[in-house]
């Protein structure tokens, strides 16, 4: 029935494929595509064949995965809203070569329904990986994120410590691979066996939740409900600093903690060096470090406050680029430290080829003229003693393996977001990303946004606290403990790429024995 229509098929089932994901989380229907996907393969006539239903199912794949990116386009006034689908069809259409590689390279191994099922797994893992940095890289929801399970549970994304994020998507493969291969089984035995294999591997895990450890470093994490239709209003600065002041008020007196804002929690320039017109467009009297001291007396004596905010970069007293950033504050109003995003959003923070793409109409999807300029990478924020802390703005947190400075682990990972543009679907898919960046490194990672979904995650990748989208409040607790360094957080993505080569013997080995 599949060959009827395969291209038709391959599409039909690259969309259900992306129902795995999170919010709707109906991990049966991937599994059940992939398998559908591994029937057409083996049956394609030639290789064109194999890697022409590879790229149709990547585009029903991506565009319903990305859908989210359309909301995006709502939000600003430059550019038509209905623009915001043709960018994530055409977006699609990029991201569906990398199936379709997978694809393609997979049919050689068609002789044997193990050696294609093998192969397929360990392809796939390349692709990813080759995803998440070829054209600065967009890697979200691997198929990984099928393995997560409830915010409670880690599920099978337990094992990711041992395999790092994408070759944990091969063993989503490779379950899938069990279904198709219990189609084409005749033993009833076998046939049971084999389709039975991914639920228990899926499910059993969701039956345990690991136990919490007690933290020692308190903190406050402000979640201040900012719509993202008001962000960059103004006329509202000054009422967004107030909501978010109110909900950082200590709960005792001479309380050292944490306090956690959101990225773009601070309207405020809080470096000097800027012309002065900078500074008065500003909520508070066009003064950088009085706006600093008001920040301080806002989280008390022998506090620290972490928040998102924007840098400007001056050359010959001209402000020619921005930095998304986060500032470490003491209570004297004193910058501590900084860090500046290094992975920025193409069309979100930065246009390419703007000399090219600007008189044809095209903008950035963030309010401002100014691009963004990329920081040096993952560092880790020595800022004893409030701990060892690393910080991923935003987007950055989906990349496995580029989230912790080598040879410098800190304490927990602090996820600063701005999610108000990501629609309905964006915001539980960046939480889910960010829950198995947890796993992978054993780092806590505590996410504070502007509207939703802020989170405390442990390093076992349970939300230990949570508060949903568009509320404003907060969350006061003790920083988790980290595990000891996992094997991934050693070998990085060595380590996938190892599982795969491995993979692609097997698949190597069981074709030739169907050979002799």
Same mark, same amino acid.
């Given at each position: 029935m599949l060959q009827r229509r395969p291209r038709l098929t391959a599409l039909?089932?690259?969309?259900?494929?992306?129902?795995?994901?999170?919010?709707?989380?109906?991990?049966?229907?991937?599994?059940?595509?992939?398998? +559908?996907?591994?029937?057409?393969?083996? /049956? &394609?006539?030639?290789?064109?064949? @194999?890697?022409?239903?590879?790229?149709?199912?990547g585009v029903g794949h991506f565009t319903f995965g990305n859908g989210w990116i359309?909301?995006?386009?709502?939000?600003?006034?430059?550019?038509?809203?209905?623009?915001?689908?043709? &960018?994530?069809?055409?977006?699609?259409?990029?991201? &569906?070569?990398?199936?379709?590689?997978?694809?393609?390279? +997979?049919?050689? @191994?068609?002789?044997?329904? =193990?050696?294609?099922?093998?192969?397929?797994?360990?392809? !796939?893992?390349?692709?990813?990986w080759l995803r998440s940095w070829v054209f600065t890289g967009f890697v979200w929801n691997p198929l990984a994120m099928v393995a997560l399970g409830p915010w409670a549970r880690p599920g099978?994304?337990?094992? @990711?410590?041992?395999?790092?994020?994408?070759?944990?998507?091969?063993?989503?493969?490779?379950?899938?691979?069990?279904?198709?291969?219990?189609?084409?089984?005749?033993? =009833?035995?076998?046939?049971?066996?084999?389709? &039975?294999?991914?639920?228990?591997?899926?499910?059993?895990?969701?039956?345990?939740?690991?136990a919490a450890e007690p933290g020692r470093m308190p903190f406050t994490l402000v979640q201040p409900n900012i719509p993202q239709e008001e962000l960059t209003d103004p006329s509202k600065y000054e009422e967004h600093f107030q909501r978010a002041a109110r909900l950082s008020v200590p709960l005792r007196p001479g309380q050292r903690r944490l306090v956690l804002w959101p990225e773009s929690g601070v309207p405020d320039y809080l470096r000097p060096g800027y012309p002065q017109r900078f500074y008065d467009e500003s909520t508070f009297a066009g003064d950088p470090k009085a706006a600093r001291v008001r920040l301080g007396r806002v989280i008390g004596p022998g506090s620290l406050l972490l928040t998102g905010n924007v840098d400007l970069v001056v050359r010959g007293g001209r402000v020619v680029a921005a930095d998304n950033a986060v500032t470490a504050l003491d209570s004297d109003g004193r910058i501590r430290a900084?860090?500046?995003?290094?992975?920025?959003?193409?069309?979100g923070?930065?246009?390419?080829?703007?000399?090219?793409?600007?008189?044809?109409?095209?903008?950035? =999807?963030?309010?401002?003229?100014?691009?963004?300029?990329?920081?040096?990478?993952?560092?880790?924020?020595?800022?004893?003693?409030?701990?060892?802390?690393?910080?991923?703005?935003?987007?950055?947190?989906?990349?496995?393996?580029?989230?912790?400075?080598?040879?410098?682990?800190?304490?927990?990972?602090?996820?600063?977001?701005?999610?108000? !543009?990501?629609?309905?679907?964006?915001?539980?898919?960046?939480? +889910?990303?960010?829950? =198995?960046?947890?796993?992978?490194?054993?780092?806590?990672?505590? *996410?504070?946004?502007?509207?939703?979904?802020? /989170?405390?995650?442990?390093?076992?990748?349970?939300? *230990?606290g949570h508060i949903g989208e568009d509320l404003a409040a907060r969350i006061d607790g003790r920083v988790p403990r980290a595990h000891s360094p996992t094997l991934f957080s050693r070998a990085g993505n060595l380590l996938p790429l190892g599982w795969a080569i491995l993979l692609l013997v097997l698949a190597a080995v069981a074709l030739r024995r169907a050979r002799r």
């Amino acid at each position: 029935m599949l060959q009827r229509r395969p291209r038709l098929t391959a599409l039909a089932a690259g969309l259900v494929s992306a129902a795995g994901f999170a919010p709707l989380s109906l991990w049966p229907l991937t599994l059940a595509a992939l398998a +559908a996907l591994l029937h057409l393969i083996a /049956a &394609a006539s030639d290789w064109k064949r @194999a890697a022409l239903l590879g790229w149709l199912f990547g585009v029903g794949h991506f565009t319903f995965g990305n859908g989210w990116i359309a909301t995006a386009f709502t939000y600003q006034a430059e550019m038509p809203q209905w623009l915001g689908w043709i &960018a994530v069809v055409l977006l699609a259409l990029y991201l &569906a070569v990398y199936p379709a590689l997978a694809a393609l390279a +997979a049919w050689f @191994a068609r002789g044997r329904p =193990l050696a294609l099922v093998l192969a397929f797994a360990g392809l !796939w893992t390349v692709t990813e990986w080759l995803r998440s940095w070829v054209f600065t890289g967009f890697v979200w929801n691997p198929l990984a994120m099928v393995a997560l399970g409830p915010w409670a549970r880690p599920g099978l994304a337990l094992a @990711a410590p041992w395999l790092g994020t994408y070759a944990l998507s091969a063993l989503v493969a490779l379950l899938a691979g069990c279904w198709w291969l219990a189609a084409t089984e005749r033993s =009833l035995r076998w046939r049971t066996s084999l389709a &039975a294999l991914p639920l228990a591997a899926l499910l059993l895990p969701q039956l345990h939740t690991p136990a919490a450890e007690p933290g020692r470093m308190p903190f406050t994490l402000v979640q201040p409900n900012i719509p993202q239709e008001e962000l960059t209003d103004p006329s509202k600065y000054e009422e967004h600093f107030q909501r978010a002041a109110r909900l950082s008020v200590p709960l005792r007196p001479g309380q050292r903690r944490l306090v956690l804002w959101p990225e773009s929690g601070v309207p405020d320039y809080l470096r000097p060096g800027y012309p002065q017109r900078f500074y008065d467009e500003s909520t508070f009297a066009g003064d950088p470090k009085a706006a600093r001291v008001r920040l301080g007396r806002v989280i008390g004596p022998g506090s620290l406050l972490l928040t998102g905010n924007v840098d400007l970069v001056v050359r010959g007293g001209r402000v020619v680029a921005a930095d998304n950033a986060v500032t470490a504050l003491d209570s004297d109003g004193r910058i501590r430290a900084g860090y500046v995003k290094a992975h920025l959003v193409p069309y979100g923070e930065y246009l390419p080829m703007r000399s090219l793409l600007e008189p044809l109409g095209l903008s950035r =999807l963030v309010a401002g003229s100014l691009d963004f300029r990329s920081g040096p990478g993952p560092q880790t924020l020595n800022l004893a003693p409030w701990g060892r802390i690393g910080i991923q703005i935003c987007y950055e947190i989906i990349f496995s393996g580029q989230v912790v400075e080598d040879g410098d682990r800190p304490d927990f990972i602090f996820n600063p977001s701005n999610d108000g !543009w990501f629609g309905r679907f964006g915001p539980p898919q960046h939480l +889910a990303q960010a829950r =198995l960046r947890g796993i992978e490194e054993g780092l806590p990672v505590l *996410r504070a946004t502007t509207n939703g979904i802020s /989170a405390v995650i442990d390093a076992d990748g349970v939300v *230990r606290g949570h508060i949903g989208e568009d509320l404003a409040a907060r969350i006061d607790g003790r920083v988790p403990r980290a595990h000891s360094p996992t094997l991934f957080s050693r070998a990085g993505n060595l380590l996938p790429l190892g599982w795969a080569i491995l993979l692609l013997v097997l698949a190597a080995v069981a074709l030739r024995r169907a050979r002799r």
